[in-house]
């Protein structure tokens, strides 16, 4: 019983998982961050497109 819970002390394997789970979670977060930044301006771009497109359509296409 003791040899196991001296075995048990001893084992870093956990807590390596749980620092690689940490920087998934960071480096997650940043991504998200960062897409949803170039996702606004990829929508803006997208809106004046739209908006310089409005008029040049020919009849019937609206």
Do not use: H, K, W
């Amino acid at each position: 019983m003791f040899n196991n819970l001296t075995r048990f002390a001893t084992d870093e394997q956990g807590a390596t998982a749980v620092e690689y789970g940490l920087i998934a979670a960071l480096v997650s977060v940043a991504c998200v961050a960062a897409l949803g930044s170039v996702g606004s301006a990829v929508a803006a771009v997208f809106d004046l497109v739209q908006s310089n497109l409005a008029g040049t359509a020919p009849a019937g296409l609206d």
